[in-house]
């Protein structure tokens, strides 16, 4: 099975500055990617998924973007972050029918 | 625009008791469903999948699932304290295309006294 690993565990940026988060995937090969956000009072909100390298699929227009630069490596950044942008980060792997998702990364914007 | 509705709780039950967690969807063309446990300030746990109509069986858990109604639902018998935790139900309509895009609801939190 496969071991998801996030970083940073914690974040805490200043409106207007870059964010990089990392997900990474061991076990597996070729996997589905997903960066999810869960926002204070809000459901998980799928942000991105790709289904290989370079692939990127966007579902919600944000000032996040994506990146795969590699196959179990999977990137979400940002230029500029808003207050809005507060909220715990997850990143998933997974097929049709199972779906799991990693530690997480809560960031929270000042 | 995907809804997913469930009774944001909290949902009370006995040690013991069956806790009978439920969800609504509006896109009917949901294939398939995905029941999650999240304890607090941890990230979600898969507990269930389900596509076809009917119940589906694992453990403690039921997944009950009725797409004319747009309605599945999770029993878990014999309810533990370590069960207490918001249970997100989150349909998918992507089934045949080797990966799920999910649509979560906001979840329900159930609280198990021993």
């Known amino acids: 099975s496969q071991t998801i690993h996030q970083w940073p565990a914690t974040l805490v940026q200043p409106v207007g500055s870059p964010l990089s988060l990392e997900c990474t995937v061991e076990?597996?090969?070729?996997?589905?990617l997903y960066w999810y956000r869960q926002a204070a009072g809000r459901g998980l909100q799928l942000l991105f998924y790709?289904?290989?390298?370079?692939?990127i699929s966007s579902e919600v227009p944000q000032n996040l973007s994506a990146s795969r630069p590699q196959d179990r490596q999977f990137i979400l950044s940002s230029k500029k972050l808003l207050l809005s942008d507060s909220g715990f980060y997850l990143c998933?792997?997974?097929?049709?029918?199972?779906?799991?998702f990693g530690p997480g990364t809560r960031l929270t914007v000042t | 625009q995907k809804e997913v509705e469930q009774n944001s709780g909290p949902l009370s039950v006995p040690e013991g008791a069956i806790a009978s967690l439920n969800c609504t969807y509006s896109?009917?063309?949901?294939?398939?469903f995905f029941w999650y446990r999240q304890y607090s300030g941890k990230s979600p746990e898969l507990i269930m999948f389900?596509?076809?109509?009917g119940d589906k069986e694992d453990g403690r858990f039921t997944a009950q699932l009725n797409k004319a109604s747009q309605y599945v639902s999770l029993l878990i018998r014999d309810s533990q304290p370590s069960d207490s935790a918001t249970y997100l139900c989150?349909?998918?309509?992507?089934?045949?295309?080797?990966?799920?895009?999910?649509?979560f609801g906001k979840g329900t939190m159930l609280l198990v006294s021993p």
């Open positions: 998933a792997c997974g097929s049709s029918y199972e779906q799991y």
């Open positions: 076990g597996t090969s070729n996997p589905n």
């Open positions: 790709s289904v290989g390298i370079g692939q």
């Open positions: 896109d009917r063309g949901s294939q398939s």
């Open positions: 389900i596509y076809s109509n």
């Open positions: 989150a349909p998918s309509t992507n089934m045949n295309s080797g990966y799920s895009t999910l649509t």
